[in-house]
């Protein structure tokens, strides 16, 4: 018979996390703000009340820990991140954390021996708010100055959750090199395969890279009712066009991929000044890195096409970029092998979004599995069964068990 988890403790920990940040059904906890402190603040009474050692790192990552016998073991890592997109849902990330924590309290409960050190993490800013795979890929050393220097969401935000969290030099949480065992995450579907496929588990395969962009489009404040329309250098037109022919590009040329417009700011900013300045938030993604710097070169083709025909300026700045990743054989095998032991139908899956998997995949073995969600993702109404959760936090721990006894 495998080990199960306690479901009880985990459904209550889920709930008690889903009420810190609590917006409508859903969950408004971004990166260092007050709620995902709090709720930060939180999760160590839990791990403290487990009896687990606590650790916070250089990056605000958050953890408990189970220690192997012997102090020179390497770690085997679980977790995901606790923060949200701004009003996201209770499922993205959280189930993979409280998982961790639960498995960890699972094997303690059960007094079993340790090869490896056992750590339930809480990765800081998962979702971008700041910077993106911030935790994760600071742990993992791939985090760079240039990044925090030009974050995706501003230098004020960064500056001001990390004064609010107390972080004063993230590249300090680099973990030495081959001290991780392996990570393995549980995290939601957040599309609609699984269901449609009537299987209870996914295990991910690979990981989409991301690509993005703030692309600004710069022309001529001007008259709105007394400048002819031959006339106009229409920053405002420019960020328009682009975002209709990048959206034709994609589906024409790039079939594997997508993009996301998903921030479009006008400055003055008036009913009656034609925009002289049209900023985009641009984000671009595809399972393969050579379609993704195909797509990124493209994209950027039809954007300075367009501003010519347009008589505009073109600023295009990166704003980051996290290379597709695929998943551990030996991480798959352990999801597998766990799914099966609990009769679980299990399909493999490449995953849409950006994951701390992806961060770790390029310094030890990773993966991840999938629970079936409902009600898409990223928004107040993602949705998972409390049965799939229990199902998806089983198979973590089986994979981490069936790790230990590799
Ligand atoms: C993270 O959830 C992402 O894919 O943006
Ligand atoms: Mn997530
Ligand atoms: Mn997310």
């Known amino acids: ?154 230098l004020a935000a960064l500056r001001d959750g990390f004064a609010r969290a107390g972080i004063t030099d993230p590249l300090g949480a680099a973990r030495p090199p081959g001290s991780l065992a392996g990570f393995l995450e549980l995290h939601i579907e957040q599309g609609p395969r699984l269901i449609e496929a009537g299987a209870d588990i996914g295990i991910v395969s690979a990981i989409v ?14 008259h709105a009712g007394t400048t002819p329309m031959h006339a106009r250098r229409d920053a405002g037109r420019g960020a328009a066009e682009f975002m209709v022919r990048a959206r034709g590009l994609v589906t024409r040329d790039f079939p594997g991929c997508v993009i996301n417009f998903g921030r479009a700011a006008f400055e003055p900013g008036a009913y009656n000044i034609v925009p002289e300045r049209a900023e985009l938030a641009l984000e671009f993604r595809s399972p393969v890195q050579a379609e993704l710097d195909a797509l990124e070169a493209a994209l950027l083709g039809e954007a300075r096409r367009v501003a010519a025909a347009c008589h505009l300026e073109l600023e295009a700045v990166k704003q980051g970029c996290v290379a597709p990743a695929p998943c551990a054989p030996e991480a798959r095998a352990a999801f597998a092998a766990a799914a099966d032991d609990l009769g679980l139908r299990h399909i493999p899956l490449v995953s849409g979004a950006g994951h701390d998997t992806q961060a770790l995949a390029a310094v030890c073995p990773a993966g991840m599995i999938f629970i079936p969600s409902t009600g898409g993702s990223h928004n107040p109404g993602e949705f998972a069964e409390w049965e799939a959760c229990v199902n998806g936090a089983n198979v973590l721990l089986g994979a981490a068990i069936g790790w230990l006894d590799r």
Do not use: C, K, Y
């Open 209 to 222: 890279g991301i690509g993005s962009f703030r692309l600004a489009f710069g022309g001529r404040a001007d």
């Open 1 to 154: 018979m495998p080990l199960r988890i306690n479901p009880a403790r985990l459904r209550a920990d889920f709930d008690a996390l889903a009420r810190i940040g609590a917006a409508g059904v859903g969950v408004h906890r971004p990166a260092l703000s007050a709620n995902h402190l709090a709720a930060r603040a939180w999760l160590r009474e839990r791990i403290l009340a487990a009896g687990l050692e606590f650790r916070q790192d250089a990056a605000g990552n958050h953890s408990g820990i189970l220690r192997a016998a012997s102090p020179a073991a390497r770690t085997l890592l679980l977790g995901s991140h606790t923060d949200s997109v701004p009003h996201g849902g209770r499922f993205d990330g959280a189930l993979g954390v409280l998982a961790a924590l639960e498995a960890l309290r699972t094997v303690q409960d059960a007094s079993l021996e340790l090869p490896v050190h056992l750590e339930a993490i809480d990765f800081t800013d998962e979702e971008g708010a700041l910077v993106g795979l911030l935790g994760s890929r600071a742990l993992t050393g791939a985090l760079t100055p240039g990044e925090l220097a030009q974050p995706r969401g501003g």
